[in-house]
């Protein structure tokens, strides 16, 4: 499908943000463009459908598509798989998360999911959720995010996997359907939006979208260098530590190092963030998210 297209400032493939921490007036509601610090290279066959930061530059990735679905550790500096676990065919990876020592996976079309070591692939166990679909995954410490490309935004407990809370997630009154992959950042969940460039960032307390980060320059610079095969925007992972974020899609190449910049209240794009972020629904069917 084609994504909307929007000029901004520089922009990547992944995207790694850098930011300051929010003012109190950052933190209302308000519309981010981005800054790019620093590129990395990224493996352009991944379909990337969870992505996470663990620690020393490490990556924790999963991807999709039948055949093709892993669970992966991945160096951020050079782009290289230093580890895998290759999903049987029948499975479509999706979301994930590292709590504790464990890794949580979700699959597509399945009430079901995985949890493996972080250390040692092989060995996993199977859980189911109760959810309507499995897309999204992250975590604060203590509890999951779900979603399942509904406007709906889980909280689980990751010892059962039953489901705590459901919310609504809305914009200025506008449901945000097609909730893709989660981070938790800063006592925040972020979200990529399906079939957009857009990032919501959601309250976990009542699942009311704060902010926007607008990202539809990534795909212009794409276009620019001469990628021609990629797809959406997917995957969002955060260093606590570093105070880095970390934005990338499907089939991209690159990782960029970028910081947020604030748009003013008045500037054209704020009154576009609905046509921009908060697609009209579809048949979720035939999405492969």
């Not at 093709?68 to 998360?97: C, I, P, Y």
Request: net charge negative; with cysteine; aromatic share 12%.
């Amino acid at each position: 499908m084609s994504l909307l297209n929007r000029r901004f400032v520089v922009v990547g493939l992944i995207v790694l943000l850098s930011f300051a921490v929010f003012s109190e007036a950052e933190a209302s509601y308000g519309a981010y463009k981005v800054e790019v610090i620093n590129e990395f290279p990224h493996d352009p066959e991944a379909y990337t459908q969870g992505l996470l930061y663990a620690e020393n530059d490490t990556l924790f990735e999963s991807t999709g598509l039948y055949g093709r679905s892993s669970v992966r550790k991945v160096a951020l500096l050079n782009g290289k798989v230093e580890t895998v676990h290759e999903m049987q065919a029948s499975d479509f990876g999706e979301g994930l998360a590292l709590l504790g020592e464990s890794l949580f996976q979700l699959t597509w079309l399945q009430d079901t999911g995985f949890i493996y070591d972080r250390y040692n692939f092989s060995k996993f166990k199977k859980f189911t959720h109760h959810m309507q679909d499995g897309w999204g995954l992250a975590t604060d410490g203590k509890v999951l995010f779900g979603s399942d490309g509904t406007s709906t935004l889980y909280k689980i407990d990751p010892k059962t996997m039953k489901v705590i809370r459901k919310q609504v997630v809305k914009s200025q009154g506008h449901e945000v359907c097609y909730l893709n992959e989660l981070e938790y950042v800063k006592d925040e969940v972020w979200s990529n939006v399906y079939g957009t460039d857009c990032i919501a960032r959601i309250s976990p307390k009542d699942g009311t979208v704060i902010g926007w980060i607008l990202l539809q320059s990534l795909r212009e610079d794409l276009k620019s260098r001469g990628y021609k095969y990629f797809e959406v925007l997917n995957g969002i992972a955060w260093d606590r530590d570093g105070d880095r974020i970390f934005v990338t899609g499907k089939l991209w190449p690159k990782i960029f190092e970028i910081k947020l910049l604030p748009l003013p209240p008045n500037a054209p794009l704020i009154g576009e963030i609905i046509n921009l972020c908060i697609p009209k629904p579809f048949n979720l069917g035939n999405l492969e998210s």
